[in-house]
């Protein structure tokens, strides 16, 4: 069995198990880049489908971006997302503006 720095034993599926999250770490600027480009192409496709009066899919777009924001805990991405959707949503008609304040249960 092999030691580490301070001389404790580790198992060869745990030295195994730390160069493989040692190996993961490394990784994760490059999927970190990967999601910011991604999150970017599904702002832009939201904003070309909403020009165009494809307000459903620019919805679609946009609800994927805030999942997308979401995970890569990307706060300032989520609320733009969402808002864009939110503004979607009331371009289709399907969300009730009121100024009357919130309404009692039935």
């Not at 745990?14 to 994760?28: F, G, I, K, P």
């Not at 503004?87 to 009730?96: I, Q, R, S």
């Amino acid at each position: 069995m092999a030691r580490d720095p301070e001389g404790n034993l580790i198992s060869p599926k745990l030295r195994a198990d730390q160069q493989e999250v040692n190996s993961l770490y490394a990784q994760l600027p490059t999927h970190a880049e990967q999601g910011k480009q991604e999150l970017e192409q599904l702002f832009a496709s939201g904003h070309e489908r909403r020009d165009a009066g494809q307000t459903a899919e620019a919805r679609e777009r946009f609800v994927a971006a805030y999942l997308l924001a979401r995970e890569l805990t990307f706060a300032a991405g989520e609320a733009e997302a969402l808002t864009l959707a939110a503004t979607c949503t009331l371009e289709l008609g399907e969300l009730p503006l009121t100024l009357t304040g919130p309404q009692p249960y039935p």
